[in-house]
């Protein structure tokens, strides 16, 4: 990140407009397009004037849309003499924004390049002003290498509370619920979230049906349904209704199962007439609008968690394979409807798990950790006894006092990371209070899954500078050709010989050429400028169902192995489709 230019508030002067026709015309750019985006600009109260000073010179202006987190326009000074300075004036944005997008004229070849090469990908196309437009989004790899040593932009000045909260080792339901009441007075009691009479949801984390195995619990995959049950009893001394509001991420029609499968009926029967289960996936829809719009406009949201007084966010204590931690941040992705999660994916998860918070604002958070989840989580892991309870009220300090625990720097779990970047909580240690035990005598460090994407014999995997979402999704479709190929069971699949080169691109980096008598793959937002130059698999990261999907298209003669119902992902992909038909329109 540079450090040599700051911003001034600048503003919009008939010097400026001057110099923006001028660079328009010297461009050869048709100037139409600039006199109609100023006039828009003039209206535009979200529109702020950025001006990049380099040793008391100006070198700069940037036109930033705070209600889109867009690049309106970025240009230098006719009288600067230096390096061009547009890298240094993005890279001073972004430690304040985040992350953010571009918008530029199609025909503007030499800001598209300019883009490209800091990394920004083209996103969708539109026209205005009657010109073709083009919205390039930053690339999430890029923003986190390049923030990765920065601090957030103005830093979160409020200190947070933790409450940590050890379980006896037999864990006896008694125990569990004392627990949960001992972590809830350290925060301020009851009445702190729940008032007499106010109505409850509790969001568990049922990802699956892989906590239960032969009538038999495994632990650290889904919330204890023990912790369900006491937080739910302890609820009904106060509150007049509690719901129980979970939508299953892989099997999105079996969010009923999941209740039967884990037994939920008896939290019901602590009260039948005030406890109700919600699928979540086949709740009425609120739509809301995203601030900042980053990635996405708006999201639609379930009515009930609209509707009630107090969510209560009860993930567990677990590995995740592409976003390090599954915790508080990231269970709220199963509070979304399954076109939104699918949405999710393509246009970038871990900012939409971000924006997700603006929209859902859980009062408090209990995770879950009587038992977490160690290596190939979050359902295919190893269970590791903690016998511990952590509450708070920021999901930002509660997940980076977790990973902690679980021997993991905050900083590595990419949504975590960006919503402490973006002002939702403090990561650092000493912003935080921990009441109980301290995070040195609780914590074991956890195995994390060897992520491997090395490729095979023919089918060469190019991942420089790759985040974690992309490794992790594609190590999970790669794990799948690792067997013996049928058609020579000698070798794997994965080492098939293929008529010409197989080569799958993921991440920002452009080091190797790619070449066209080839076969290319590439995956996600990163790739998207050369979709044109093979098969692109968009997302970001992509679904492992459209990995999966593309990748076995190598091997025709394989059976594809299906990550969730066929019906329901061949669904939502064309709902997905219809959307972007309409963005487009």
Request: hydrophobic share 40%.
């Amino acid at each position: 990140m540079s450090a040599d230019i700051s911003f001034q508030r600048g503003r919009r002067t008939p010097t400026l407009f001057k110099l923006l026709k001028e660079r328009y015309t010297k461009q050869g750019l048709d100037e139409r397009y600039i006199v109609s985006k100023w006039d828009e600009w003039g209206k535009n109260r979200s529109l702020s004037t950025f001006r990049a000073v380099k040793d008391d010179l100006i070198v700069g202006w940037i036109f930033y849309d705070r209600k889109t987190s867009t690049i309106e326009e970025i240009f230098v000074n006719t009288g600067w003499e230096g390096k061009d300075p547009r890298g240094a004036m993005i890279d001073a944005l972004i430690s304040r924004e985040s992350l953010v997008a571009a918008s530029l004229p199609k025909t503007d070849a030499e800001k598209y390049q300019f883009l490209l090469g800091y990394g920004f990908r083209p996103a969708s196309s539109s026209r205005s002003h009657g010109s073709d437009l083009i919205k390039m989004e930053l690339s999430t790899a890029v923003l986190l290498d390049k923030t990765r040593s920065a601090a957030p932009l103005p830093s979160y000045r409020k200190r947070e509370r933790v409450a940590i909260e050890k379980i006896p080792p037999a864990q006896s339901y008694e125990e569990i619920k004392q627990g949960i009441l001992n972590v809830i007075e350290k925060l301020g009691g009851m009445r702190r979230f729940v008032k007499p009479g106010q109505t409850v949801a509790i969001k568990p984390n049922i990802v699956s049906d892989h906590g239960l195995k032969d009538g038999k619990a495994i632990g650290g995959i889904v919330t204890d349904i023990r912790v369900i049950k006491a937080l739910t009893e302890i609820l009904l001394g106060i509150a007049s209704h509690v719901y129980i509001t979970e939508g299953s991420s892989i099997n999105r029609s079996a969010t009923g199962k999941m209740f039967a499968h884990y037994g939920y009926d008896e939290v019901v029967g602590l009260d039948p007439k005030r406890v109700t289960l919600v699928d979540l996936n086949n709740d009425r829809l609120v739509e809301k609008r995203v601030p900042g719009s980053k990635r996405l406009f708006s999201r639609k949201v379930p009515a009930t968690l609209e509707m009630v007084d107090t969510i209560i966010n009860v993930p567990v204590l677990k590995i995740h394979f592409a976003a390090i931690a599954s915790l508080s941040i990231k269970n709220l992705q199963g509070a979304m409807p399954p076109i939104e999660k699918y949405m999710s994916h393509f246009f970038g998860l871990w900012q939409n798990l971000v924006n997700i918070h603006h929209l859902i604002k859980p009062k408090l958070i209990l995770i879950d950790g009587l038992t977490g989840l160690e290596d190939f989580g979050p359902v295919s892991g190893i269970p590791r006894k903690m016998d511990l309870l952590i509450g708070g009220t920021n999901p930002v300090a509660v997940d980076a006092v977790a990973m902690r625990i679980m021997g993991l720097d905050p900083r590595v779990s990419p949504p975590v990371f960006l919503a402490w970047m973006q002002g939702f909580g403090p990561l650092e240690a000493d912003k935080i209070d921990i009441i109980g035990p301290s995070v040195e005598d609780v914590a074991q460090k956890f195995v994390q899954p060897a992520i491997d994407v090395k490729g095979g014999t023919s089918l060469t995997i190019h991942s420089d500078e790759a985040c974690p979402g992309c490794k992790g999704y594609l190590h999970f479709v790669l794990s799948k050709l690792r067997r013996p190929d049928p058609a020579d069971p000698t070798r794997l699949l994965i080492d098939r010989p293929f008529e010409k080169p197989v080569n799958i691109f993921l991440g920002p980096s452009n080091i190797k050429e790619v070449k066209a008598d080839e076969v290319n793959i590439f995956l996600g937002l990163c790739q998207q400028h050369n979709a044109d130059k093979g098969t692109h698999l968009p997302g970001c990261p992509p679904h492992a169902e459209v990995l999966t999907s593309g990748i076995f298209s190598l091997f025709p003669d394989i059976e594809r192995p299906k990550y969730a119902d066929e019906t329901e992902e061949s669904k939502l992909k064309k709902m997905l489709e219809e959307i972007l038909e309409n963005r487009k329109a």
